[in-house]
């Protein structure tokens, strides 16, 4: 079935409603989350907050936006529940900012799950951030990768005591599946996704998006221990148009609202049960990207994954 008639077959659907299990005792971080007005991190905030959580951290890059949304979460407390909403900074343009807020976490008493939600759309001109790097792909890719990598141990030694597998989720997206693959260097990736010589501002989001499929996957292979997924939440109506131009405007119009598309990532978070590199109308799936398990696919992940690796151990040794 052609991409677009699997789009649009999706988006027709409706997502059922989240289960109203209860999460009392559990802590959760969903990133992305500071957005006061729409967004699927601050809608997954809400829905773990309703359920009973006893702690949800908003990791967030501006404080005051953050704090403007834990005001509104707050609303959303379930009745005799004493749950906590803490606001918490993150700059996913920095590995160092990564790795403070991830030293942060490891002061918690538990940690049941991750909502990897953060992410932007690609610039119109390519711009690198203080770590060197295409804005688009850290941010998408590399950030979340690295504080995944971080939070793991913590997540497993949280499992280790309750019984409960810890979970990661990362907000991937349909559009993985129609990115070229033309400037996906196989043998020095890292290096060629930093290069504006290869910079394609209207494919650059949806290249984001496929290699983070693919470092989902080596994500998967490396914690047996833990749920992690990639999950998609359909074309959602976010802050993440907040640009404007015709994308903004298919959204508003077309799109799914905030809170549907995070159902989508809720579910994974609350009942997935086993990793699965695709999640996708509150059910595990299927990603049709037939280059991630060819032969270049495969060189490409492996050598994304060493590349990346090795950058990440200039910030922290234990990796």
């Not at 290096?191 to 989001?205: C, M």
Request: with cysteine.
């Amino acid at each position: 079935m052609p991409f677009i008639t699997r789009f649009i077959s999706s988006q027709l659907r409706t997502l059922p409603p989240v289960p109203d299990t209860s999460l009392e005792g559990k802590v959760y971080i969903t990133t992305g989350g500071n957005s006061e007005k729409i967004g699927i991190g601050l809608e997954v905030a809400k829905h773990l907050i309703q359920r009973g959580a006893s702690k949800v951290i908003l990791a967030v890059r501006n404080i005051q936006s953050g704090e403007k949304a834990k005001h509104d979460i707050l609303h959303h407390v379930k009745a005799g529940c004493k749950s906590e909403v803490e606001v918490w900074k993150v700059d996913m343009n920095s590995f160092e900012s990564v790795k403070t807020f991830a030293e942060k976490c490891e002061g918690l008493d538990r940690l049941d799950g991750v909502a990897l939600n953060a992410g932007i759309l690609a610039p119109d001109k390519l711009e690198k951030t203080p770590d060197g790097h295409e804005a688009t792909i850290q941010v998408n890719v590399l950030s979340p990768t690295y504080l995944a990598l971080l939070l793991a141990p913590i997540l497993e030694k949280s499992a280790s005591v309750t019984g409960q597998k810890g979970k990661i989720v990362f907000t991937g997206s349909a559009v993985a599946e129609v990115a070229t693959t033309k400037g996906l260097d196989i043998e020095r990736p890292l290096k060629a996704l930093d290069n504006e010589n290869v910079y394609v501002v209207g494919d650059r989001y949806n290249q984001s998006k496929l290699v983070l499929h693919s470092m989902v996957r080596k994500i998967i292979a490396r914690f047996p221990d833990i749920v992690v997924t990639d999950v998609n939440p359909g074309f959602v109506h976010t802050q993440l148009y907040r640009g404007g131009g015709p994308a903004a405007a298919m959204a508003k119009r077309i799109g799914r609202k905030s809170e549907e598309g995070a159902r989508n990532v809720t579910f994974a978070l609350i009942t997935l049960d086993h990793s699965t590199d695709w999640y996708h109308d509150c059910k595990p799936s299927k990603l049709y990207a037939p280059w991630l398990v060819s032969g270049d696919g495969r060189t490409f992940g492996n050598n994304l994954w060493n590349d990346s690796l090795q950058e990440y151990r200039r910030f922290s040794n234990r990796l």
